[in-house]
Protein backbone atom coordinates (compact mmCIF):
# COMPACT_ATOMS: atom_id res chain seq x y z
CA UNK A 1 0.00 0.00 0.00
CA UNK A 2 2.68 2.69 0.44
CA UNK A 3 4.52 3.25 -2.64
CA UNK A 4 7.67 5.97 -3.33
CA UNK A 5 7.45 7.49 -6.77
CA UNK A 6 10.52 9.48 -6.85
CA UNK A 7 10.95 11.65 -9.70
CA UNK A 8 14.81 12.44 -10.00
CA UNK A 9 16.17 15.37 -12.15
CA UNK A 10 18.92 17.33 -12.27
CA UNK A 11 20.15 18.38 -8.79
CA UNK A 12 20.61 14.08 -7.93
CA UNK A 13 22.06 14.01 -10.99
CA UNK A 14 24.78 16.48 -10.40
CA UNK A 15 25.14 15.40 -7.04
CA UNK A 16 26.13 12.23 -8.36
CA UNK A 17 28.61 13.71 -10.16
CA UNK A 18 30.03 15.65 -7.23
CA UNK A 19 30.46 12.21 -5.89
CA UNK A 20 32.10 10.77 -9.01
CA UNK A 21 34.28 13.82 -9.85
CA UNK A 22 34.42 15.53 -7.07
CA UNK A 23 33.72 18.87 -9.18
CA UNK A 24 30.02 21.04 -8.16
CA UNK A 25 28.90 21.89 -11.89
CA UNK A 26 27.06 25.03 -10.51
CA UNK A 27 26.80 26.66 -6.94
CA UNK A 28 23.94 24.96 -5.38
CA UNK A 29 21.84 27.60 -3.23
CA UNK A 30 20.70 26.71 0.02
CA UNK A 31 17.44 24.49 0.72
CA UNK A 32 16.79 25.98 3.91
CA UNK A 33 13.71 28.29 2.87
CA UNK A 34 11.13 27.01 0.08
CA UNK A 35 10.51 30.05 -1.65
CA UNK A 36 13.68 31.90 -0.07
CA UNK A 37 13.97 34.50 -2.89
CA UNK A 38 16.77 33.33 -5.40
CA UNK A 39 16.94 29.68 -4.30
CA UNK A 40 16.27 27.49 -7.87
CA UNK A 41 16.47 24.71 -6.04
CA UNK A 42 13.28 22.61 -4.19
CA UNK A 43 12.87 19.25 -3.07
CA UNK A 44 9.07 18.22 -2.04
CA UNK A 45 7.51 15.68 -0.56
CA UNK A 46 4.26 14.90 -2.03
CA UNK A 47 2.09 13.35 1.01
CA UNK A 48 -0.46 11.43 -0.12
CA UNK A 49 -3.13 10.85 2.81
CA UNK A 50 -4.32 7.87 0.94
CA UNK A 51 -3.66 6.06 -2.48
CA UNK A 52 -2.89 8.12 -5.54
CA UNK A 53 -5.18 5.71 -7.72
CA UNK A 54 -9.10 6.14 -7.68
CA UNK A 55 -9.08 10.16 -6.34
CA UNK A 56 -9.37 12.67 -8.10
CA UNK A 57 -7.79 15.28 -5.79
CA UNK A 58 -4.70 13.28 -5.54
CA UNK A 59 -4.00 12.54 -8.46
CA UNK A 60 -3.94 15.98 -10.03
CA UNK A 61 -1.65 16.94 -7.16
CA UNK A 62 0.68 13.88 -7.69
CA UNK A 63 0.31 14.94 -11.65
CA UNK A 64 0.79 18.97 -11.01
CA UNK A 65 3.49 18.75 -8.90
CA UNK A 66 5.30 16.10 -11.29
CA UNK A 67 4.62 18.33 -14.02
CA UNK A 68 6.33 21.15 -12.54
CA UNK A 69 9.59 18.89 -11.58
CA UNK A 70 9.52 18.33 -15.41
CA UNK A 71 9.72 21.90 -16.60
CA UNK A 72 12.09 22.64 -13.36
CA UNK A 73 15.40 20.98 -13.51
CA UNK A 74 15.93 21.79 -9.89
CA UNK A 75 12.98 20.79 -8.80
CA UNK A 76 12.71 17.56 -6.91
CA UNK A 77 9.29 15.49 -6.38
CA UNK A 78 8.93 12.33 -3.89
CA UNK A 79 4.80 10.90 -3.98
CA UNK A 80 4.84 9.37 -0.76
CA UNK A 81 1.19 7.24 -0.42
CA UNK A 82 0.36 7.10 3.19
CA UNK A 83 -2.17 4.44 2.66
CA UNK A 84 -5.73 4.38 4.41
CA UNK A 85 -4.87 4.09 8.52
CA UNK A 86 -5.25 8.28 9.38
CA UNK A 87 -3.64 6.65 12.95
CA UNK A 88 -0.29 6.27 11.15
CA UNK A 89 -0.30 9.58 9.27
CA UNK A 90 1.54 11.99 11.47
CA UNK A 91 4.13 9.46 12.63
CA UNK A 92 4.78 8.93 9.32
CA UNK A 93 4.90 12.67 8.42
CA UNK A 94 6.90 13.08 11.20
CA UNK A 95 9.42 10.40 9.89
CA UNK A 96 9.51 11.81 6.27
CA UNK A 97 10.43 15.33 7.74
CA UNK A 98 12.89 14.25 9.79
CA UNK A 99 15.14 12.37 6.88
CA UNK A 100 15.98 16.33 6.09
CA UNK A 101 15.61 15.14 2.38
CA UNK A 102 13.06 18.11 2.12
CA UNK A 103 12.12 22.19 2.18
CA UNK A 104 8.19 21.81 1.50
CA UNK A 105 5.52 19.09 2.41
CA UNK A 106 2.68 19.54 -0.14
CA UNK A 107 -0.66 17.40 0.61
CA UNK A 108 -4.14 17.62 -0.60
CA UNK A 109 -7.02 17.26 3.01
CA UNK A 110 -8.90 19.08 5.33
CA UNK A 111 -7.36 16.79 8.09
CA UNK A 112 -3.67 17.41 7.36
CA UNK A 113 -2.83 21.17 8.79
CA UNK A 114 -3.32 19.58 12.28
CA UNK A 115 -1.08 17.14 11.66
CA UNK A 116 1.65 19.99 10.11
CA UNK A 117 1.25 21.98 13.47
CA UNK A 118 2.36 19.24 15.55
CA UNK A 119 5.10 18.10 13.00
CA UNK A 120 6.16 21.47 12.44
CA UNK A 121 6.86 22.15 16.06
CA UNK A 122 9.68 19.65 16.07
CA UNK A 123 10.89 20.67 12.90
CA UNK A 124 10.68 24.71 12.96
CA UNK A 125 12.28 25.17 9.54
CA UNK A 126 9.89 23.10 7.29
CA UNK A 127 7.09 24.41 5.53
CA UNK A 128 3.68 23.18 4.43
CA UNK A 129 1.41 23.68 1.67
CA UNK A 130 -2.05 21.85 1.84
CA UNK A 131 -5.07 22.32 -0.99
CA UNK A 132 -8.06 21.00 0.15
CA UNK A 133 -8.02 23.00 3.58
CA UNK A 134 -8.76 25.61 5.47
CA UNK A 135 -6.14 26.87 8.32
CA UNK A 136 -5.10 29.91 9.02
CA UNK A 137 -2.74 31.86 11.82
CA UNK A 138 0.31 29.26 11.90
CA UNK A 139 3.53 30.83 10.08
CA UNK A 140 4.85 27.23 8.85
CA UNK A 141 1.69 26.27 7.26
CA UNK A 142 -0.43 27.79 4.23
CA UNK A 143 -3.87 26.49 2.86
CA UNK A 144 -5.84 26.86 -0.23
CA UNK A 145 -9.84 25.52 0.62
CA UNK A 146 -11.91 24.82 -2.54
CA UNK A 147 -15.60 26.06 -2.15
CA UNK A 148 -17.01 22.72 -2.40
CA UNK A 149 -20.33 24.37 -0.86
CA UNK A 150 -20.14 25.35 -4.57
CA UNK A 151 -19.66 22.82 -6.94
CA UNK A 152 -22.11 20.54 -4.84
CA UNK A 153 -24.29 23.26 -5.38
CA UNK A 154 -24.78 23.23 -8.89
CA UNK A 155 -24.14 19.27 -9.50
CA UNK A 156 -27.18 19.16 -7.00
CA UNK A 157 -29.03 21.49 -9.04
CA UNK A 158 -28.58 18.91 -11.82
CA UNK A 159 -29.06 16.10 -9.32
CA UNK A 160 -32.32 17.83 -8.99
CA UNK A 161 -33.00 18.07 -12.81
CA UNK A 162 -32.72 15.02 -13.31
CA UNK A 163 -34.98 13.19 -10.26
CA UNK A 164 -37.74 15.50 -11.12
CA UNK A 165 -37.57 15.18 -14.97
CA UNK A 166 -39.01 12.00 -17.48
CA UNK A 167 -35.49 10.41 -17.98
CA UNK A 168 -36.12 6.75 -18.49
CA UNK A 169 -34.56 6.13 -15.30
CA UNK A 170 -35.74 8.89 -13.08
CA UNK A 171 -38.70 7.60 -10.69
CA UNK A 172 -41.86 9.53 -9.63
CA UNK A 173 -39.58 10.01 -6.17
CA UNK A 174 -37.83 13.35 -5.50
CA UNK A 175 -35.09 11.61 -3.87
CA UNK A 176 -31.60 12.48 -4.21
CA UNK A 177 -28.94 10.11 -2.93
CA UNK A 178 -25.15 10.88 -1.24
CA UNK A 179 -22.63 8.18 -0.78
CA UNK A 180 -20.02 9.15 1.48
CA UNK A 181 -16.40 7.50 2.43
CA UNK A 182 -16.35 9.00 6.34
CA UNK A 183 -18.17 11.79 7.57
CA UNK A 184 -15.52 15.10 8.32
CA UNK A 185 -16.20 18.45 9.04
CA UNK A 186 -15.58 19.33 5.10
CA UNK A 187 -18.26 17.20 4.35
CA UNK A 188 -20.85 17.90 6.57
CA UNK A 189 -20.77 21.83 6.41
CA UNK A 190 -20.20 22.44 3.15
CA UNK A 191 -20.28 19.75 0.44
CA UNK A 192 -23.91 17.89 1.64
CA UNK A 193 -25.55 20.87 2.27
CA UNK A 194 -24.83 22.17 -0.78
CA UNK A 195 -25.66 19.84 -2.61
CA UNK A 196 -29.58 19.50 -1.24
CA UNK A 197 -29.66 23.14 -1.50
CA UNK A 198 -28.52 22.99 -5.26
CA UNK A 199 -31.40 20.07 -5.67
CA UNK A 200 -33.57 21.82 -3.95
CA UNK A 201 -33.09 25.16 -6.07
CA UNK A 202 -34.45 22.55 -8.99
CA UNK A 203 -37.30 21.69 -6.72
CA UNK A 204 -37.78 22.31 -3.10
CA UNK A 205 -39.64 18.83 -2.48
CA UNK A 206 -36.50 17.01 -3.00
CA UNK A 207 -35.19 14.70 -0.01
CA UNK A 208 -31.85 13.47 0.35
CA UNK A 209 -30.86 9.93 0.84
CA UNK A 210 -27.15 9.87 2.42
CA UNK A 211 -25.03 6.91 3.55
CA UNK A 212 -21.73 6.16 4.47
CA UNK A 213 -18.99 3.51 3.23
CA UNK A 214 -16.71 3.62 6.34
CA UNK A 215 -13.56 3.98 4.40
CA UNK A 216 -11.83 4.97 1.10
CA UNK A 217 -11.45 1.66 -0.72
CA UNK A 218 -14.08 -0.25 -0.60
CA UNK A 219 -16.47 -0.78 -3.55
CA UNK A 220 -18.24 -3.47 -2.54
CA UNK A 221 -19.80 -1.97 0.44
CA UNK A 222 -20.46 1.11 -1.96
CA UNK A 223 -22.18 -0.83 -4.99
CA UNK A 224 -24.10 -2.65 -1.53
CA UNK A 225 -25.39 0.87 0.09
CA UNK A 226 -26.33 2.28 -3.63
CA UNK A 227 -28.49 -1.06 -4.34
CA UNK A 228 -30.86 -0.63 -1.17
CA UNK A 229 -30.47 3.46 -1.71
CA UNK A 230 -32.25 2.50 -5.33
CA UNK A 231 -34.68 0.28 -3.58
CA UNK A 232 -35.82 3.21 -1.40
CA UNK A 233 -36.45 5.50 -4.65
CA UNK A 234 -32.93 7.01 -4.95
CA UNK A 235 -32.16 7.54 -8.65
CA UNK A 236 -29.55 10.58 -8.74
CA UNK A 237 -26.11 9.75 -7.30
CA UNK A 238 -23.33 11.68 -5.81
CA UNK A 239 -20.20 10.10 -4.11
CA UNK A 240 -16.83 11.57 -2.19
CA UNK A 241 -15.86 8.19 -1.29
CA UNK A 242 -12.07 7.83 -3.41
CA UNK A 243 -12.20 4.52 -4.68
CA UNK A 244 -15.31 2.97 -3.36
CA UNK A 245 -17.18 5.63 -5.52
CA UNK A 246 -16.54 3.08 -8.54
CA UNK A 247 -18.93 0.54 -6.60
CA UNK A 248 -21.59 2.96 -6.75
CA UNK A 249 -21.18 4.22 -10.51
CA UNK A 250 -21.30 -0.38 -10.93
CA UNK A 251 -24.36 0.18 -9.35
CA UNK A 252 -25.96 3.04 -10.57
CA UNK A 253 -25.23 1.40 -14.44
CA UNK A 254 -27.05 -2.27 -13.24
CA UNK A 255 -29.99 -0.83 -12.12
CA UNK A 256 -30.48 1.87 -13.96
CA UNK A 257 -29.64 4.77 -12.08
CA UNK A 258 -28.10 8.11 -12.79
CA UNK A 259 -24.37 9.94 -11.30
CA UNK A 260 -23.56 13.56 -11.16
CA UNK A 261 -19.47 13.32 -9.86
CA UNK A 262 -17.54 15.67 -7.86
CA UNK A 263 -13.67 16.55 -9.45
CA UNK A 264 -13.02 14.95 -12.42
CA UNK A 265 -14.25 13.87 -15.75
CA UNK A 266 -15.50 10.67 -15.23
CA UNK A 267 -17.79 10.52 -18.14
CA UNK A 268 -16.34 7.64 -20.46
CA UNK A 269 -16.45 5.32 -17.07
CA UNK A 270 -20.06 4.88 -17.33
CA UNK A 271 -21.53 6.80 -20.83
CA UNK A 272 -25.52 7.87 -20.10
CA UNK A 273 -25.15 6.86 -16.43
CA UNK A 274 -22.19 10.06 -15.43
CA UNK A 275 -24.49 12.47 -16.82
CA UNK A 276 -22.51 15.40 -15.15
CA UNK A 277 -19.32 15.78 -13.83
CA UNK A 278 -17.59 18.81 -12.22
CA UNK A 279 -14.19 19.92 -12.07
CA UNK A 280 -11.59 20.52 -9.81
CA UNK A 281 -8.76 22.76 -10.74
CA UNK A 282 -6.06 21.39 -8.76
CA UNK A 283 -3.31 20.26 -10.76
CA UNK A 284 -3.35 24.25 -12.26
CA UNK A 285 -3.29 25.70 -8.19
CA UNK A 286 -0.62 22.50 -7.49
CA UNK A 287 1.40 24.03 -10.28
CA UNK A 288 0.82 27.74 -9.26
CA UNK A 289 1.44 26.65 -6.29
CA UNK A 290 5.56 25.46 -6.76
CA UNK A 291 5.59 28.90 -9.06
CA UNK A 292 5.10 30.41 -6.14
CA UNK A 293 7.22 28.43 -3.77
CA UNK A 294 10.24 29.00 -5.65
CA UNK A 295 9.41 32.66 -5.77
CA UNK A 296 9.44 33.47 -1.91
CA UNK A 297 5.56 34.39 -3.23
CA UNK A 298 3.39 32.11 -0.41
CA UNK A 299 1.71 33.93 2.42
CA UNK A 300 2.67 31.06 4.80
CA UNK A 301 -0.08 31.70 8.07
CA UNK A 302 -3.33 32.35 5.80
CA UNK A 303 -5.59 30.35 3.91
CA UNK A 304 -7.24 31.42 0.14
CA UNK A 305 -10.50 30.41 -0.77
CA UNK A 306 -11.10 29.55 -4.50
CA UNK A 307 -14.23 28.83 -6.18
CA UNK A 308 -15.94 28.50 -9.72
CA UNK A 309 -15.39 32.40 -9.93
CA UNK A 310 -12.18 32.43 -9.58
CA UNK A 311 -11.89 29.33 -12.10
CA UNK A 312 -10.38 26.78 -9.76
CA UNK A 313 -13.94 24.89 -10.01
CA UNK A 314 -15.97 23.98 -13.07
CA UNK A 315 -18.41 22.18 -15.10
CA UNK A 316 -17.45 20.01 -18.04
CA UNK A 317 -20.09 20.59 -20.60
CA UNK A 318 -18.16 20.08 -23.62
CA UNK A 319 -18.35 16.03 -23.35
CA UNK A 320 -20.61 14.03 -25.35
CA UNK A 321 -20.88 12.29 -21.73
CA UNK A 322 -23.38 15.53 -20.84
CA UNK A 323 -23.83 17.05 -24.25
CA UNK A 324 -25.65 13.65 -25.79
CA UNK A 325 -27.15 11.76 -22.77
CA UNK A 326 -28.45 14.85 -21.17
CA UNK A 327 -31.94 16.17 -22.86
CA UNK A 328 -31.77 19.47 -23.96
CA UNK A 329 -33.99 21.37 -22.04
CA UNK A 330 -32.39 20.19 -19.01
CA UNK A 331 -28.78 21.40 -20.58
CA UNK A 332 -30.83 24.68 -21.46
CA UNK A 333 -31.33 25.44 -17.60
CA UNK A 334 -28.16 24.08 -16.33
CA UNK A 335 -25.93 25.69 -17.97
CA UNK A 336 -27.49 29.20 -17.34
CA UNK A 337 -27.04 28.34 -14.03
CA UNK A 338 -23.74 27.44 -14.21
CA UNK A 339 -23.33 30.78 -15.76
CA UNK A 340 -24.84 32.31 -12.78
CA UNK A 341 -22.69 30.17 -10.40
CA UNK A 342 -19.40 31.70 -12.20
CA UNK A 343 -20.85 35.50 -12.50
CA UNK A 344 -21.24 35.38 -8.54
CA UNK A 345 -25.53 36.01 -9.38
CA UNK A 346 -26.84 32.76 -7.48
CA UNK A 347 -27.02 33.91 -4.24
CA UNK A 348 -25.81 31.50 -1.38
CA UNK A 349 -24.32 31.69 2.26
CA UNK A 350 -20.83 29.82 2.34
CA UNK A 351 -21.67 28.03 6.20
CA UNK A 352 -18.99 28.07 8.58
CA UNK A 353 -16.45 24.91 8.66
N1 LIG B 1 -10.67 11.91 -1.06
C1 LIG B 1 -10.35 11.00 -1.96
O1 LIG B 1 -10.68 11.17 -3.14
N2 LIG B 1 -9.66 9.87 -1.60
C2 LIG B 1 -9.25 9.62 -0.34
O2 LIG B 1 -8.63 8.59 -0.05
C3 LIG B 1 -9.57 10.60 0.66
N3 LIG B 1 -9.21 10.43 1.96
C4 LIG B 1 -9.59 11.37 2.88
C5 LIG B 1 -9.28 11.20 4.22
C6 LIG B 1 -9.67 12.12 5.18
C7 LIG B 1 -9.33 11.93 6.63
C8 LIG B 1 -10.40 13.28 4.79
C9 LIG B 1 -10.83 14.31 5.79
C10 LIG B 1 -10.72 13.46 3.45
C11 LIG B 1 -10.32 12.52 2.50
N4 LIG B 1 -10.64 12.70 1.16
C12 LIG B 1 -10.28 11.75 0.24
C13 LIG B 1 -11.49 13.82 0.74
C14 LIG B 1 -10.78 14.87 -0.04
O3 LIG B 1 -9.74 15.39 0.73
C15 LIG B 1 -11.77 15.96 -0.46
O4 LIG B 1 -12.29 16.61 0.64
C16 LIG B 1 -12.89 15.41 -1.25
O5 LIG B 1 -12.41 14.61 -2.26
C17 LIG B 1 -13.73 16.54 -1.85
O6 LIG B 1 -13.04 17.24 -2.79
Known amino acids: MKRSIPVISAPVISAALILVLGIPLAAAPGRESPGGGSAK ?34 VRINVYEA ?19 YDLV ?26 DADFSGNSQIATYLYNQYEQSLYLGYLAGLITTSGMPNANSDRK ?5 AQEYPLLNNHILPGFLA ?26 DLA ?33 VYHNTNEYANAPGVILGCGLMEQKKLVMEILEDVMAGKIR ?3 SRTVGA ?40 TLPPL
Open 83 to 101: GFNQAEWEEQLTSLVASGE
Open 176 to 180: IGFIA
Open 309 to 348: GEGYLDFIADDPGYANYVPQDIQQKFNGFMADIKAGKIPY
Open 41 to 74: NLSVLVYITGVVAGSPPYELLAAGAQEFAARHPG
Open 106 to 131: LGSNPSLPELCVNVGKKFPNMKFVIT
Open 227 to 259: GSMINAGVDVFAAIAGGASQGMIRAAQERGAYV
Open 198 to 223: GARMADPAITMDFRVVGNWFDANKAA
Open 300 to 302: YGS
